[in-house]
């Protein structure tokens, strides 16, 4: 296998999406370098998969085992932010990779030309499918792929996350729904006639108030947050005739998470009662918790341990020291993964570098982390398993300016190429195997026992930018 080859165009590719950062279904830049770039080298690419616009999925090969490999391209606003610079030092732009979504997409891209190589080289039947899968941070695009039936001839799904340690992911996450509450009252003088007016902040206020008492009595897993989009104005003497709050509810599953969707919107109805105020519901997006698949994760610890960790030069270790220095001086054992086995070891290794050299083992785990992902949508209709690879200094956030900065570095670029590696022997291992993909679709068809895949998207709603 000899990833390096291609080295130079992934680096200079995914370079170009870190410098054209955009919203989910709406990386037309993006998705337009991805697609040339995979036809350029024999892939046949399909694009605006189920009406996402921007999603696109390219394959090499025929007949099965079909492999789909993951991927991702979009950015977060607030996040523009200047390359290699050790401090902030915003560039001007409204939003930046802080993510880390243009090394995923592309390095799922080189795991995609390196198992093309095998295909052909070995004449080994089966086919590589490179996913491009828009809207990840906000809008649920894999949950519309998976919904409207585009991995229902899969085999194996893997996906891969650009992070600051290496190891092979365990575990759930959460289901969650996303929505508006948008009010309309009556406008009328505060002062001189507060009795003709209806306020439609009231009802926002009342809203939270009401969801903030019902916090005592949620499961401890469950989450809810807020934001009030529009407050309806600036002027204190009028009463406003409309308001608008965002709603976000998650929980350990789609079961209770449509109870909790429930819950919350029965509180909205009541403050829309009482303040005789009209309530509007605007559903924006739903994803599923994760299915984990300790039989294919076995074979991405494999695959990992074969492949290694990169190796750094003195000078990436002395640029990852800068960034290291704007997040606090040690980490505790609390900043260790608690799936993680050899915790001393690691926190001494974590303590001890500025990179991550090493490959943190986990224990199986079937705990649900908090945070959500739309990756739970495609574990529910093919067994699914993901890495993590170190691409940024160790004690780097996701979603922060630190990542974004380190974004175009060799040690991303490294952690890039390394994401491809490790996919890519799993991938051969799979085609060789083909016991270990009808272990992983056992495993698989057990933990649904018999429940089917509902998305938590409505058929009637499309991928959608509000």
């Given at each position: 296998?000899?990833?390096?080859r291609?080295?130079?165009?992934l680096?200079?590719?995914?370079?170009?999406?870190?410098?054209?950062?955009?919203p989910?279904?709406r990386?037309?830049?993006?998705?337009?370098?991805?697609?040339?770039?995979?036809?350029?080298?024999?892939?046949?690419?399909v694009?605006?998969?189920?009406?996402?616009?921007?999603?696109?999925?390219?394959?090499?090969?025929?007949?099965?085992?079909?492999?789909?490999?993951?991927?991702?391209?979009?950015?977060?606003?607030?996040?523009?932010?200047k390359?290699?610079?050790?401090?902030y030092?915003?560039?001007?732009?409204?939003m930046?990779?802080?993510?880390?979504?243009?090394?995923?997409?592309?390095?799922?891209?080189?795991?995609?030309?390196?198992?093309?190589?095998?295909?052909?080289?070995?004449?080994?039947?089966?086919?590589?499918?490179?996913?491009?899968?828009?809207?990840?941070?906000?809008?649920?695009?894999?949950?519309?792929?998976?919904?409207?039936?585009?991995?229902?001839?899969?085999?194996?799904?893997?996906?891969?996350?650009?992070?600051?340690?290496?190891?092979?992911?365990?575990?759930?996450?959460?289901?969650?729904?996303?929505?508006?509450?948008?009010?309309?009252?009556?406008?009328?003088?505060?002062?001189?006639?507060?009795?003709?007016?209806?306020?439609?902040?009231?009802?926002?206020?009342?809203?939270?108030?009401?969801?903030?008492?019902?916090?005592?009595?949620?499961?401890?897993?469950?989450?809810v947050?807020?934001?009030?989009?529009?407050?309806?104005?600036l002027?204190?003497?009028?009463?406003?005739?409309?308001?608008?709050?965002k709603?976000?509810?998650?929980?350990?599953?789609?079961?209770?998470?449509?109870?909790?969707?429930?819950?919350?919107?029965?509180?909205?109805?009541?403050?829309a009662?009482?303040?005789?105020?009209?309530?509007?519901?605007?559903?924006?997006?739903?994803?599923?918790?994760?299915?984990?698949?300790?039989?294919?994760?076995?074979?991405?610890?494999?695959?990992?341990?074969?492949?290694?960790?990169?190796?750094?030069?003195?000078?990436?270790?002395?640029?990852?020291?800068a960034?290291?220095?704007?997040?606090?001086?040690?980490?505790?054992?609390?900043?260790?993964?608690?799936?993680?086995?050899?915790?001393?070891?690691?926190?001494?290794?974590?303590?001890?570098?500025?990179?991550?050299?090493?490959?943190?083992?986990?224990?199986?785990?079937?705990?649900?982390?908090?945070?959500?992902?739309?990756?739970?949508?495609?574990?529910?209709?093919?067994?699914?398993?993901?890495?993590?690879?170190?691409?940024?200094?160790?004690g780097?956030?996701?979603?922060?300016?630190q990542?974004?900065?380190?974004?175009?570095?060799?040690?991303?670029?490294?952690g890039?190429?390394?994401?491809?590696?490790?996919?890519?022997?799993?991938?051969?291992?799979?085609?060789?195997?083909?016991?270990?993909?009808?272990?992983?679709?056992?495993?698989?068809?057990?933990?649904?026992e018999?429940?089917?895949?509902?998305?938590?998207?409505?058929?009637?709603?499309k991928?959608?930018?509000i």
């Open positions: 296998m000899d990833i390096n291609y080295y130079d165009e680096k200079q590719l995914a370079d170009k999406v870190w410098e054209n950062p955009e989910g279904f990386e037309f830049v993006s998705s337009r370098l991805h697609q040339d770039f995979l036809k350029e080298h024999g892939f046949s690419v694009d605006d998969l189920a009406d996402t616009g921007t999603g696109y999925i390219a394959s090499y090969g025929h007949g099965h085992p079909v492999i789909a490999l993951l991927g991702e391209f979009d950015a977060l606003y607030g996040l523009g932010q390359a290699d610079v050790a401090e030092a915003p560039d001007g732009k409204e930046g990779h802080g993510c880390g979504h243009h090394l995923l997409g592309v390095g799922n891209i080189g795991a995609g030309l390196i198992i093309k190589d095998y295909l052909e080289e070995t004449g080994t039947e089966g086919t590589v499918l490179v996913m491009g899968c828009p809207a990840e941070e906000s809008g649920s695009g894999k949950a519309y792929m998976a919904r409207d039936h585009v991995f229902d001839n899969v085999d194996i799904a893997l996906a891969w996350h650009p992070a600051t340690i290496n190891m092979v992911r365990t575990g759930s996450s959460q289901s969650c729904i996303q929505f508006y509450l948008r009010f309309q009252g009556v406008a009328s003088h505060a002062a001189g006639a507060p009795e003709q007016g209806r306020s439609a902040l009231d009802a926002v206020e009342l809203t939270d108030i009401g969801v903030n008492y019902l916090r005592e009595h949620m499961e401890s897993s469950d989450r947050h807020y934001a009030i989009t529009n407050s309806g104005g002027s204190p003497n009028v009463v406003q005739a409309e308001a608008e709050v709603y976000l509810v998650r929980s350990t599953n789609n079961r209770k998470c449509k109870k909790l969707y429930e819950r919350v919107l029965n509180i909205a109805r009541g403050a009662l009482m303040t005789e105020t009209e309530l509007e519901i605007i559903f924006d997006e739903g994803l599923s918790n994760t299915l984990p698949n300790f039989a294919l994760e076995d074979v991405l610890k494999d695959a990992f341990r074969e492949s290694g960790v990169p190796e750094y030069t003195e000078d990436e270790y002395e640029y990852a020291r960034f290291r220095k704007t997040w606090k001086s040690d980490f505790t054992i609390d900043d260790i993964p608690s799936t993680m086995k050899d915790k001393k070891e690691i926190l001494e290794a974590m303590n001890s570098h500025p990179i991550c050299t090493f490959i943190g083992e986990n224990e199986h785990s079937e705990v649900c982390r908090m945070g959500s992902t739309d990756v739970g949508d495609v574990s529910w209709v093919v067994p699914t398993a993901t890495i993590s690879v170190a691409c940024y200094s160790l780097a956030e996701g979603h922060s300016w990542w974004v900065a380190q974004g175009k570095s060799s040690i991303a670029a490294k890039m190429m390394k994401a491809a590696e490790v996919l890519a022997r799993a991938a051969f291992k799979l085609y060789e195997d083909q016991d270990l993909i009808e272990k992983a679709k056992a495993e698989f068809n057990g933990r649904l018999g429940e089917k895949y509902e998305c938590l998207i409505p058929h009637g709603v991928p959608h930018v």
